[in-house]
């Protein structure tokens, strides 16, 4: 069984940092694109930020380009955002999400709060 479990949010000021974590299990997590999506309260959610399975391939929503990295290790079957300047329009609840032979799953999400 697929899990995929976000860790790493809170409250920051703007200008925080913060790095989120994914930690996955129950696939093969080499073999998996993976990605990271945000929703703001009254919006759909959107992509941030992907990668691919052996980490060639990355891209970023225009907004965080510059301002956040997405990484992962494919040892430890973890992936990763790391959040610099942080801003308020950055707030929401972040997912990760793996897609592997054509099957898509989530994780429950981390709250990420930017205000001063």
């Known amino acids: 069984q697929v899990q995929l479990v976000e860790s790493g949010g809170g409250a920051v000021q703007p200008g925080g940092s913060l790095r989120l974590s994914c930690k996955a299990s129950?696939?093969?997590?080499?073999?998996?694109?993976m990605f990271w999506y945000r929703q703001a309260p009254g919006n759909e959610r959107e992509l941030v930020a992907s990668i691919s399975s052996g980490g060639e391939f990355i891209n970023y929503e225009d907004a965080v380009t510059g301002r956040f990295t997405v990484s992962r290790d494919n040892v430890k079957n973890m992936l990763y955002l790391q959040m610099h300047n942080l801003k308020p329009a950055d707030t929401g609840v972040y997912y990760c999400r793996a897609i592997v032979g054509g099957q898509s799953s989530w994780g429950q999400g981390t709250q990420v709060t930017v205000s001063s």
């Open positions: 129950g696939f093969t997590f080499s073999s998996g694109g």
